[in-house]
């Protein structure tokens, strides 16, 4: 059973920066995609960047592209996802995310989700 936990979120000033974590574990990932996905308060769940495991290009969210960078470390088993410039409007639960194959940019194609960290960006 695949495992995602995030972890790094919080609280920054609009211009701000952090670094979200998403450590996975259970089972060998080079075979999928990992996902960044986030929620906000009376929102649906958006995407906002992707990329298989084995490496690749990065997808990434118009709204995001240029602020957030998502990384990975195969030795951690973990992937990050970078946040500079942030926004009031960044705010939201984020959630990492994993599916078998290629990336996609769609939440129900991703069967392993982990629990999420909240950010909040005060303006």
């Known amino acids: 059973q695949a495992q995602l936990v995030e972890s790094g979120g919080g609280l920054v000033q609009a211009g701000g920066s952090l670094r979200l974590s998403c450590a996975a574990s259970?089972?060998?990932?080079?075979?999928?995609?990992i996902g960044w996905f986030r929620q906000a308060p009376g929102k649906e769940r958006e995407f906002v960047a992707a990329?298989?495991?084995?490496?690749?290009?990065?997808y990434y969210a118009g709204s995001v592209k240029g602020r957030f960078t998502l990384s990975m470390d195969n030795a951690k088993n973990t992937v990050y996802l970078q946040m500079n410039s942030l926004k009031p409007e960044d705010t939201a639960v984020y959630y990492c995310?994993?599916?078998?194959?290629?990336?996609?940019?769609?939440?129900?194609?991703?069967?392993?989700w982990g629990q999420g960290t909240q950010v909040t960006v005060s303006s």
């Open positions: 995310a994993a599916r078998q194959g290629y990336y996609s940019d769609t939440s129900d194609l991703y069967p392993y």
């Open positions: 259970g089972r060998t990932f080079s075979s999928y995609a």
């Open positions: 990329r298989r495991w084995s490496g690749g290009t990065r």
